[in-house]
């Protein structure tokens, strides 16, 4: 079977998480060049967990997980999730991970964060979607500034990183920012 298209954009589609990405996301998250980013270097990351972690994903209604697949070839390259959904204040936390070197800056995570915004927004009625992000990752940090997140709180010294001390960021967005419809399959426009 192949990859299930839940919302589609002219370069990413986001997918509901299949057992079979459990390779690619343990390649990713023991990938130096992604979790010195995500300040999460110090774990030590194996199949059984990844798999553990997928099977988990869908047993919380507080978290909704995506892959990132290119639309050209359906290849996986990442994934995101909006976490810690709180229905009644109407928020949640928005993480991403773009695995694969070679999708990096070329506009995916973009698009893809524009997806789940589109989500989130106007499926899942969300007032505000926050992120954190470490102050050394400057080129994820420019793609929520393009997105429209504004920068809302620093924790200093936050992270500590390869024998230093860096600041974790925080930036939200609150619907009434976001008028952006990225999801291109919605049959009530």
């Not at 990413?12 to 270097?41: A, H, I, R, W």
């Amino acid at each position: 079977m192949g990859r299930i298209k839940k919302f589609i954009g002219k370069k990413v589609f986001l997918s509901p998480v299949q057992d079979e990405d459990t390779e690619c996301f343990t390649k990713y998250m023991n990938d130096m060049e992604v979790t010195d980013y995500t300040g999460t270097t110090h774990h030590v990351y194996n199949f059984t967990g990844e798999k553990n972690w997928i099977a988990n994903i869908y047993s919380n209604e507080n978290n909704k997980t995506f892959s990132i697949c290119r639309v050209e070839d359906e290849k996986l390259i990442g994934n995101l999730s909006l976490m810690g959904i709180d229905y009644i204040n109407r928020t949640a936390e928005l993480g991403i991970l773009i695995g694969e070197e070679d999708s990096r800056s070329k506009g995916y995570g973009e698009e893809a964060i524009n997806l789940l915004l589109d989500y989130g927004f106007n499926y899942l009625n969300l007032h505000s979607i926050f992120l954190k992000a470490n102050s050394i990752n400057k080129r994820a940090i420019r793609c929520y500034e393009k997105v429209g997140f504004k920068l809302f709180g620093t924790k200093r010294e936050d992270k500590y990183i390869n024998g230093k001390y860096y600041d974790t960021i925080y930036m939200d967005l609150l619907k009434k920012e976001y008028s952006k419809e990225s999801i291109i399959n919605k049959t009530i426009k």
